[in-house]
């Protein structure tokens, strides 16, 4: 009947027969435990033989300050760098906003200088033909004296002299125009050389200006002589009075 008798509970046992008896430690922990141990020796070892050595807290210190000094110095570059570009815009601007009014002041030039072409033209053209009308030089020459108008004006020889050419080989005659005064000074008669006029002439040229006389003088008569330098050839010649 002691088969049938009272049921008695079964405890599941992991370990089986082998557990001894006292405080139980179970085979998982032992094994944790175990991996806790060689992973902190292998991490011993690793700093030991492999990583940098641990700072001590001075060389810490010593570390942190030169980090913020060179934390400081980048401010400072960085801010210097800041001004510089700005600087460097604002000069950039100023050179654009430079540009800009050159170019329109040239464009204002170039409008005015084509308005004045314009309106020079038809004076041209006028004076062209007031050259072609006045009467011939009596004389002739390379280079014809056609009019000419002299004044005394405070001491000095107020003239205005036309020249034209036949400007057969195209080129442009290159001289001088030299002004012999005769009058008085003083009650004497007198005759004066005034410095020649450099001149430059195609196919007509005006000399208008003023020179100065001897103080005293007073011209009566001027005699118009172009020469091809200083000195040399004479080309043209008319005696005109001073009025």
Same mark, same amino acid.
Do not use: C
């Given at each position: 009947? !002691?088969?049938?008798?009272?049921?008695?509970?079964?405890?599941?046992? #992991?370990?089986?027969? *082998?557990?001894?008896?006292?405080?139980?430690?179970?085979?998982?922990?032992?094994?944790?435990?175990?991996?806790?141990?060689?992973?902190?020796?292998?991490?011993?070892?690793?700093?030991?033989?492999?990583?940098?050595?641990?700072?001590?807290?001075?060389? *810490?210190?010593?570390?942190?300050?030169?980090?913020?000094?060179?934390?400081?110095?980048?401010?400072?570059?960085?801010?210097?760098?800041?001004?510089?570009?700005?600087?460097?815009?604002?000069?950039?601007?100023?050179?654009?906003?430079?540009?800009?009014?050159?170019?329109?002041?040239?464009?204002?030039?170039?409008?005015?200088?084509?308005?004045?072409?314009? *309106?020079?033209?038809?004076?041209?053209?006028?004076?062209?033909?007031?050259?072609?009308?006045?009467? #011939?030089? #009596?004389?002739?020459?390379?280079?014809?004296?056609?009019?000419?108008?002299?004044?005394?004006?405070?001491?000095?020889?107020?003239?205005?002299?036309?020249?034209?050419?036949?400007?057969?080989?195209?080129?442009?005659?290159?001289?001088?125009?030299?002004?012999?005064?005769?009058? *008085?000074?003083?009650?004497? !008669?007198?005759?004066?050389?005034?410095?020649?006029? #450099?001149?430059?002439?195609?196919?007509?040229?005006?000399?208008?200006?003023?020179?100065?006389?001897?103080?005293?003088?007073?011209?009566?008569?001027?005699?118009?002589?172009?020469?091809?330098?200083?000195?040399?050839?004479?080309?043209?010649?008319?005696?005109?009075?001073?009025?």
């Amino acid at each position: 009947m !002691a088969l049938f008798g009272r049921n008695k509970p079964v405890v599941f046992d #992991p370990y089986g027969s *082998s557990r001894r008896s006292g405080f139980p430690i179970p085979r998982w922990l032992l094994i944790l435990m175990l991996g806790i141990v060689l992973g902190a020796g292998g991490l011993f070892y690793a700093e030991e033989n492999y990583l940098p050595p641990r700072l001590t807290p001075a060389e *810490s210190q010593r570390l942190q300050a030169h980090a913020a000094q060179l934390e400081a110095e980048r401010q400072r570059l960085q801010t210097e760098l800041d001004k510089t570009t700005a600087e460097a815009r604002a000069a950039a601007d100023t050179a654009a906003r430079q540009i800009a009014s050159t170019q329109a002041e040239n464009k204002k030039l170039s409008t005015e200088l084509a308005a004045a072409r314009e *309106s020079v033209a038809p004076l041209q053209r006028d004076l062209a033909l007031f050259a072609e009308i006045l009467p #011939p030089d #009596p004389r002739g020459g390379a280079v014809a004296v056609r009019a000419a108008n002299f004044g005394n004006d405070a001491g000095q020889l107020d003239y205005h002299v036309l020249l034209t050419r036949d400007q057969k080989d195209g080129k442009a005659f290159e001289g001088v125009v030299e002004l012999v005064v005769a009058g *008085s000074r003083g009650g004497r !008669a007198e005759t004066i050389t005034l410095d020649p006029l #450099p001149v430059k002439l195609e196919r007509y040229r005006h000399l208008q200006g003023k020179l100065p006389l001897p103080p005293g003088f007073e011209g009566r008569q001027v005699t118009v002589r172009v020469l091809d330098r200083a000195g040399g050839r004479q080309l043209g010649m008319r005696v005109l009075y001073v009025r």
